[in-house]
Nanobody
Framework: QVQLVESGGGLVQSGGSLRLSCAAS????????MGWYRQAPGKRRELVAA???????NYTDSVKERFTISRDNSKNTVYLQMNSLKPEGTAVYYC?????????WGQGTQVTVSS
């Protein structure tokens, strides 16, 4: 069974940066579009960014030109570079396939942006 483990979250001031990582327990990345999702308190989980197996990317409007998703299939890892973070970016961030698979949801990593 594949497990996805997110890391890299933390507390950062508004305008700061964080880099999230998502490591898979075995090689699945070459075959799937991968996504980063987030869930803020009291809100629904939303897709933030996605990257296809070929490297094409797309982003939700609120993070365009601030976040960058990338992948390293040789390391079974997907990254999310987050720059110019805003307080509304406070959430638990998860990675999963896109569309998501129930079996792949992990614990996520908490990102807290202070104003």
């Amino acid at each position: 069974q594949v497990q996805l483990v997110e890391s890299g979250g933390g507390l950062v001031q508004s305008g700061g940066s964080l880099r999230l990582s998502c490591a898979a327990s075995r090689s699945i990345f070459p075959f799937f579009t991968m996504g980063w999702y987030r869930q803020a308190p009291g809100k629904r989980r939303e897709l933030v960014a996605a990257i296809t197996s070929g490297g094409s990317t797309n982003y939700t409007d609120s993070v365009k030109e601030r976040f960058t998703i990338s992948r390293d299939n040789s390391k079974n890892t997907v990254y999310l570079q987050m720059n110019s973070l805003k307080p509304e970016g406070t959430a638990v961030y998860y990675c999963n396939t896109n569309p998501p698979s129930f079996a792949f949801w992990g614990q996520g990593t908490q990102v807290t942006v202070s104003s």
